[in-house]
């Protein structure tokens, strides 16, 4: 089955500076990645997704890249507040009739004013 | 955006009893809604898919007579945790998926079931 990575678990950056999280996964048939940010005792949202036939997807300060040949996807947020203060979720799927999500083990960003 | 719900919120039970958690979307169809635990500070762990109609399909692991799943419509799915001991203790998240004309993979998420078994 799937099998997703994250890097880094956690992350601390200053207000205004980037933040970068790395998922790879294996399974080549997976052609549909979504981003979920969580706040502390709150349900997943939904961020940002890429499906397989896009390199890249921006929505204001927050982009995703998806490289299909190395098998790894980026979550990149841009000006970063301390509104982004949250645990994110990266996700991949699409590869099963079900529409199945297979979740990397999360990343904790900090953003200190 | 797509909604949906979860009830209840919080639930405190004695060990040995059975609790029932239900996921409702409230602005779409579902025919495909997911249950999810999570333990603190880990990641979201499927438990089962629920399928409208069918029996739903569990995760290596997950038993299914402990987990009860029942999706009686395209808006309801119902998780009954049975004789529910201390470490059944998490919190549970649904999720269901918005299919339309183009884009049938995007899960929305319930707000979570808080559930502490004495």
């Known amino acids: 089955g799937e099998n997703v990575e994250q890097h880094p678990s956690t992350l601390s950056v200053q207000e205004g500076d980037s933040a970068v999280i790395k998922c790879t996964y294996s399974?080549?048939?997976?052609?549909?990645f979504p981003w979920y940010k969580q706040e502390l005792g709150k349900r997943p949202q939904l961020i940002i997704d890429i499906r397989s036939n896009v390199g890249e997807k921006k929505d204001q300060r927050i982009a995703v890249t998806l490289n299909k040949t190395a098998k790894h996807f980026s979550l990149h947020i841009t000006e970063t507040q301390p509104e982004d203060s949250a645990v994110y979720f990266c996700?991949?799927?699409?590869?099963?009739?079900?529409?199945?999500?297979?979740f990397g083990a999360g990343t904790q960003v900090v953003v200190t004013p | 955006g797509a909604v949906v719900s979860q009830h209840p919120s919080r639930v405190i039970c004695k060990s040995g009893t059975s609790v029932k958690i239900e996921c409702r979307s409230l602005?779409?169809?579902?025919?495909?809604m997911f249950w999810y635990r999570q333990f603190p500070k880990q990641s979201l762990m499927l438990m089962a898919t629920?399928?409208?109609?069918?029996?739903?399909?569990?995760e290596q692991g997950v038993e299914k007579d402990k987990f009860l799943i029942n999706h009686a419509s395209l808006t309801l799915s119902t998780l009954t945790v049975t004789s529910a001991h201390p470490e059944d203790s998490s919190f549970y998240i649904c999720s269901a998926r918005e299919e339309d004309r183009f884009f049938t993979d995007t899960q929305y998420f319930g707000p979570g079931t808080r559930l502490t078994v004495l």
């Open positions: 399974d080549s048939a997976s052609n549909y």
């Open positions: 602005d779409f169809q579902a025919t495909t």
């Open positions: 629920s399928n409208e109609g069918s029996k739903a399909t569990y």
């Open positions: 996700a991949a799927g699409g590869s099963d009739s079900w529409g199945k999500l297979q």
